[in-house]
């Protein structure tokens, strides 16, 4: 797809809705080490980054995004391995955009398991919860009076004490039945399934308007 934008997207927001943001894109799945190898043959308009595999596979290193950002193709990151390699590179011309990716800017996370998950690698449907969701679900919970501020912080450290691939929706309904009282937990878990925001596909979702402002490099004269 000559001059589109390039992004790598997985359990962080179906293609299906990022094709109503950025109708042309090329999306490909999570990025993973040696994705980017052939893009200074075909430079695209620019690279959008928001999943990329770890556990699944080897995982892209800063090294290999260097030399397309020294060719001046943009490279954006958000939400997830978008957002950990966008807070290294920033310094070397990579854009970091969203929430995620302010939260590690500012230290107020500092592990790269806030953002991990586990997915169907055929349908990209995630099998996990990314705690960097649940952090700041759990928190919007609080400033909605469902949660007091040491209720929030229990759970967060409940969460943060499993696996990865085990932090679930179920594993958090179940540490909050075990912390509150069966009115309350129940008030919960139905606030949550209602008005719990989603940090990562909104991060997801600014990186594709931000793509969608770019402008082609090659216009075909009518």
Not at 87 to 110: A, C, F, H, K, W
Request: glycine share 6%; proline share 9%.
């Amino acid at each position: 797809m000559p001059d589109s934008c390039v992004v790598f997207l997985g359990p962080s927001l179906p293609v299906g809705e990022a094709r109503t943001i950025l109708p042309d894109a090329d999306f490909r799945p999570p990025v993973r080490r040696s994705s980017l190898k052939h893009m200074l043959e075909d430079p695209p308009r620019a690279i959008g980054i928001v999943d990329g595999e770890f556990y699944q596979a080897l995982a892209i290193s800063p090294k290999e995004i260097l030399p397309l950002l020294d060719q001046g193709i943009p490279v954006f990151g958000a939400g997830s391995m978008g957002a950990l390699r966008a807070i290294e590179l920033r310094n070397e011309g990579m854009t970091g955009i969203g929430r995620v990716y302010d939260m590690y800017l500012t230290g107020e996370l500092d592990a790269d398991d806030e953002v991990a998950m586990t997915f169907c690698p055929d349908s990209l449907r995630p099998l996990s919860e990314p705690l960097v969701n649940l952090r700041v679900a759990l928190s919007a919970a609080a400033e909605a009076g469902i949660l007091t501020s040491r209720e929030r912080d229990r759970l967060v450290s409940l969460m943060r004490a499993i696996y990865f691939p085990d932090r679930t929706l179920p594993a958090l309904f179940r540490a909050a039945a075990r912390l509150l009282p069966v009115p309350r937990a129940s008030e919960f878990t139905e606030w949550w399934r209602a008005f719990a925001p989603d940090t990562k596909a909104n991060d997801a979702r600014a990186l594709l308007r931000r793509l969608a402002q770019i402008e082609p490099k090659h216009r075909t004269a009518l």
